[in-house]
Nanobody, 124 residues
Framework: QVQLVESGGGLVQAGGSLRLSCAAS????????MGWFRQAPGKEREFVAV????????NYADSSKGRFTIFRDNAENTVFLQMNSLKPEDTAVYYC?????????????????WGQGTQVTVSS
């Protein structure tokens, strides 16, 4: 019933930019903090960024700071991840997730709902 659908992934060259989107349905979007995570083959899922319910607070992984920006449009039930200065090490499947809390958390186990992911590949 609840669906999170990511889009915007693709193949880009190192140094390029990409904007990911996550469209939510079946839930009251404004009741959830929204997070972005990523997972590369053979690695654990790792935190990328999170934004609070109202969009006023954000937290980023160290690897994301200065390059990535998370923002949301509650009227459209959508959260975005703007990725700039991409590196090959950013290559992964990127997931959005919904956490029924005010500011959101950085641990995957805290999240109630997950999307299917979108592939981001950064070539050198």
């Amino acid at each position: 019933q609840v669906q999170l659908v990511e889009s915007g992934g693709g193949l880009v060259q190192a140094g390029g930019s990409l904007r990911l989107s996550c469209a939510a349905s079946g839930l009251t979007f404004s009741n959830y903090a929204m997070g972005w995570f990523r997972q590369a083959p053979g690695k654990e899922r790792e935190f990328v960024a999170v934004i609070s319910r109202g969009g006023s607070s954000r937290n980023y992984a160290d690897s994301s700071k200065g390059r990535f920006t998370i923002f949301r449009d509650n009227a459209e039930n959508t959260v975005f991840l703007q990725m700039n200065s991409l590196k090959p090490e950013d290559t992964a499947v990127y997931y959005c997730a919904a956490d029924q809390t005010l500011v959101g958390r950085s641990t995957p186990s805290a999240y109630d709902y997950w999307g299917q992911g979108t592939q981001v590949t950064v070539s050198s």
